[in-house]
């Protein structure tokens, strides 16, 4: 069906302005980890404002403020999660992945490899990005817990101080 009527267009318009200005106060109000790179909480609840904000645009059964009071619980539930695993290291490990060294040196990690479900050409792929093209010069690569992959050359590994919390 193409259209049905103007009163329909007319409230997707209206509704879509209003829920896209609250929706941007509440990813403003929330903080900068709303918007950064994402580990997988993160990543749920942007996928769940989208879903909401999806929601609200295109279903005359959820309400404008229905839809709102979501977007701000959302948000909300997850400034409570960012702040509790700030503060509770044990409560941090519970919702966040933690950080994996899959090469070291110059090996690859078979078993941090396998535990991750990650391959030999994802890391020799990063390692490439980085600019480098030799194993050797690579003191380490991270798979980070938002999935990134860093990649440490041997002369920037200074003390590894940076490496510590790291399994």
Request: zero cysteines; a neutral charge; hydrophobic letters at 50%.
């Amino acid at each position: 069906m193409w259209f049905d009527s103007w009163s329909d267009l007319g409230r997707v318009l209206l509704i879509g302005m209003t829920a896209y200005v609250m929706l941007v106060l509440v990813i403003r109000l929330s903080g900068k980890r709303t918007l950064s790179q994402l580990n997988a909480f993160d990543f749920i609840v942007t996928v769940a404002l989208g879903s909401v904000l999806a929601t609200i645009l295109l279903s005359s059964d959820v309400s404008w403020t229905e839809g709102a009071l979501a977007l701000v619980l959302l948000a909300g539930l997850q400034f409570i999660l960012a702040w509790i695993s700030a503060r509770a290291p044990r409560f941090r490990t519970l919702i966040t992945a933690r950080p994996a060294v899959v090469l070291w040196h110059g090996e690859l990690q078979a078993e941090q490899l396998r535990r991750n479900r990650l391959s030999a050409s994802e890391v020799h792929q990063a390692i490439r990005s980085s600019g480098a093209g030799d194993l050797g010069g690579i003191a380490a690569v991270v798979l980070e817990t938002n999935g990134t992959l860093s990649v440490i050359s041997t002369e920037n590994l200074g003390d590894s101080s940076a490496l510590s919390d790291l399994n």
